[in-house]
């Protein structure tokens, strides 16, 4: 599998400012998913990253609050817009392999205060 | 009804003992599944992939039962490094989307 690296692996930041996280993978890939992950609880699709155009959100969020760009077949960012402590999470970038399952950067601990 | 759902857990056994997780998905089509694991404050890394009845990778061996829609994890032999939740995948039939089940959380005591 390719490697994928994350940055930053964890921040505290003020409520109302905005964090942008970015994702790299060592190799080239069709799909590239953004993922949040909130204490105790399961995986939550936040958008699939298309690579020259939109990206496609899940019901639930919306491109104002998370904007993303995928400029091309190995990188994307995540921006999380204004704030609040509800968005304190690990945000997880992960792509599409070979054999069709997914694999995962190391993630990103968002924590706002 | 979820499209996949796990017995949540906790699963606390004794090392040396064998454990089974099961998930159940509702989409009769799919054809591929996976299992993870998660140790805590780190990402999902794949453990399994099943394709067709069942894998066999060391102590793990995962079965699928299409009439009854499930997939199964069984751990033998226990050790405390095993002591993580355990995620199983289902991807939507166009890829583009990956069902997450609540993942299954094991813990092996000494």
């Known amino acids: 599998s390719a490697v994928i690296s994350q940055k930053p692996s964890r921040d505290i930041c003020q409520r109302g400012t905005s964090l942008t996280i970015q994702c790299q993978v060592d190799?080239?890939?069709?799909?590239m998913f953004w993922y949040r992950q909130q204490p105790g609880q399961s995986l939550t699709l936040i958008a699939t990253?298309?690579?020259?155009?939109?990206?496609?959100?899940e019901s639930g969020f919306v491109i104002d609050k998370f904007p993303i760009s995928r400029p091309n077949l190995t990188f994307s960012t995540l921006t999380v817009s204004n704030m609040s402590p509800e968005d304190s999470s690990i945000y997880l970038c992960?792509?599409?392999?070979?054999?069709?399952?997914?694999?995962f950067g190391e993630g990103s601990w968002l924590t706002v205060v | 009804r979820k499209e996949v759902e796990q017995d949540p857990g906790p699963f606390n056994v004794p090392e040396g003992a064998t454990v089974a997780f099961n998930c159940t998905y509702s989409?009769?089509?799919?054809?591929?599944f996976f299992w993870y694991r998660q140790d805590c404050r780190k990402e999902p890394k794949l453990l399994m992939s099943v394709y067709s009845s069942g894998n066999e990778d060391g102590r793990f061996t995962a079965q699928l039962n299409r009439a009854s829609q499930y997939i199964s994890l069984l751990i033998r032999d226990s050790k405390l490094s095993d002591s993580a939740t355990y995620l199983c995948?289902?991807?939507?039939?166009?890829?583009?989307?990956?069902?997450f089940g609540t993942g299954t959380s094991l813990t092996v005591i000494p």
């Open positions: 995948v289902v991807p939507e039939n166009t890829g583009n989307q990956f069902y």
């Open positions: 989409n009769s089509a799919s054809q591929s």
């Open positions: 992960s792509a599409l392999d070979w054999d069709q399952s997914i694999y």
């Open positions: 190799s080239q890939v069709t799909m």
């Open positions: 990253a298309n690579q020259g155009s939109e990206a496609t959100y």
